[in-house]
């Protein structure tokens, strides 16, 4: 029952994360341990799956063109470098408050990603084809999420929209990116707990399958707007879940 559970869990929550961009983990955590997966072989075997999926799925969008190396290479490179430090200067600061503060970013990044847009950006000259703005989005991505202890995904995406870069580039490029960040997570846990071979197993297969689906959907069957609309609802469940667990 559990593999069933984790299973139908981990392909519904990667199709429509991967068409964000952003990686399921973040969901698939608590819902692994409350099936009674023991809370590192959960991160582990969630982040693991973020990998695979994001891996897959930027496969597919490399063959179709959709993901901007010179984007995505300073912002995978930088992030790298500066998620280190954003955790070693969160020691001694308030994490609630830090995390407050996050949440407010959601939702405003939330409210410009499913406001209507008065005027079409998808032939607007990309400020995001750079290396010198990727290094940015990379440094803000990883010092932040370094500092918070969050995916680097919800803050690479929405930047990279609102920056007036075309939705489903965007997605495909933060894709690519956080495929690295997922597996350096990944290594940290692994170490800390055994992860369920079976439960692996089957989660993995469906990942595949969620991933291959969620990126035909956004490179194949959905519009820039439908995947900024998509991008807008992850970014507000993120705000929620953070929110929620910051009530007393």
């Known amino acids: 029952m559990i593999l069933l559970l984790a299973g139908g869990v981990t392909f519904t929550f990667t199709v429509v994360l991967t068409i964000a961009g952003v990686g399921a983990a973040f969901i698939l955590i608590p819902v692994f341990i409350a099936l009674g997966i023991e809370v590192h072989a959960a991160m582990a075997t969630a982040l693991l799956l973020n990998a695979v999926a994001l891996a897959v799925a930027s496969v597919r969008n490399a063959r179709r063109g959709f993901i901007d190396y010179r984007t995505g290479l300073p912002i995978l490179l930088v992030a790298a470098v500066l998620s280190p430090l954003g955790a070693w200067a969160s020691q001694g600061l308030d994490r609630r408050t830090l995390l407050s503060l996050f949440v407010l970013f959601l939702l405003f990044a939330a409210?410009?990603?499913?406001?209507?847009?008065?005027?079409?950006?998808?032939?607007?000259?990309?400020?995001?084809?750079?290396?010198l703005f990727g290094s940015a989005v990379g440094a803000a991505a990883g010092f932040v999420g370094g500092l918070l202890g969050v995916g680097g995904g919800n803050i690479i995406a929405p930047v990279l929209v609102t920056a007036g870069v075309e939705p489903r580039r965007a997605s495909a490029t933060t894709s690519f990116a956080v495929v690295f960040s997922s597996l350096a997570g990944f290594l940290a846990h692994a170490s800390l707990s055994a992860m369920d071979p079976a439960i692996v197993g089957a989660t993995a297969a469906c990942s595949v399958a969620g991933a291959l689906l969620g990126s035909y959907l956004m490179t194949d069957r959905l519009r820039g707007p439908q995947v900024r609309t998509v991008l807008g609802a992850v970014l507000l469940v993120v705000a929620v879940k953070i929110g929620w667990g910051l009530l007393p």
Request: net charge positive; charged share 30%.
């Open 111 to 131: 409210v410009m990603m499913l406001r209507p847009l008065t005027r079409s950006r998808a032939d607007r000259p990309s400020t995001g084809r750079g290396a």
